[in-house]
């Protein structure tokens, strides 16, 4: 008969596992807003942003309301458009902080949502810490975004935009964080001058706020980065390890 110590250590090994699998199959769903047309500067990184993958991972579906946490240009938010569907809505969600010293995403994402077959896509731009859509969210991803929230705004503001996050969504809705990692024990400090994090930091601001951590993927994993390199040096660009964490807000 196993001892209580052998059993525990099995059942903690088992709960550190990643939950989910490379192999998943994308539900058509998916894989059709993916599919979907969009600019080829987009389709070129699929490769590496696996985002069928992720957003299988996410478990997103059509009709849901999905907030996309400071969007870029709008890489995730168009396969999002087509993934939500006339009966769901995409809130591209800006920071005003960001707006305002960098005016060319909120330009990018209102040109996005003016083109033909984007109607279910709008900005809104707030500060971090009212971060929030007109309605309650099912899910709110944000995708190497929480070094900036973290280095350049602080960690207080990082964490304010959990509590938002945690506001906006629907009881049961989800929070996905996906992120460069930083170095074991770098914690924090590396946010602004690397654009990387360490787990554990997101993690614990994420509890924090009053979510639950319900899994963890490996899909973005690169053994090979060492995470001393710049996320944008040549030498790593765009096959950084990245980890990839789904929270849930729960229903009571």
């Not at 059993?7 to 192999?23: G, N």
Request: net charge positive.
């Amino acid at each position: 008969m196993r001892s209580i110590a052998t059993l525990t250590a099995i059942v903690t090994l088992c709960l550190a596992q990643p939950l989910y699998a490379r192999d998943i199959a994308v539900p058509p769903a998916i894989a059709g807003a993916v599919a979907a047309p969009r600019p080829a500067t987009d389709t070129a990184r699929d490769a590496a942003r696996k985002p069928g993958e992720l957003i299988a991972f996410a478990g997103i579906k059509p009709g849901d309301k999905i907030g996309d946490l400071m969007p870029g240009a709008g890489y995730f938010t168009r396969i999002f458009s087509h993934l939500a569907g006339p009966n769901g809505h995409v809130y591209a969600l800006i920071p005003s902080e960001l707006a305002a010293v960098a005016p060319k995403i909120p330009n990018a994402i209102k040109a996005l949502a003016a083109e033909p077959g984007y109607g279910n896509v709008t900005p809104v731009i707030v500060p971090t810490a009212q971060i929030a859509a007109p309605e309650k969210l099912d899910v709110i991803w944000t995708s190497q975004n929480y070094h900036d929230l973290y280095g350049f705004f602080g960690a207080g503001a990082a964490a304010a935009a959990d509590a938002a996050v945690f506001r906006a969504l629907k009881p049961g809705g989800t929070y996905i964080v996906i992120d460069h990692v930083a170095a074991q024990g770098a914690g924090g400090t590396v946010a602004k001058t690397l654009h990387r994090i360490e787990p554990s930091v997101v993690r614990d601001q994420v509890l924090a706020a009053g979510f639950k951590l319900e899994g963890t993927s490996d899909l973005l994993n690169n053994p090979a980065d060492a995470h001393t390199l710049k996320v944008f040096d040549p030498a790593i660009r765009g096959h950084t390890d990245q980890f990839v964490m789904k929270f849930r807000k729960p229903v009571a």
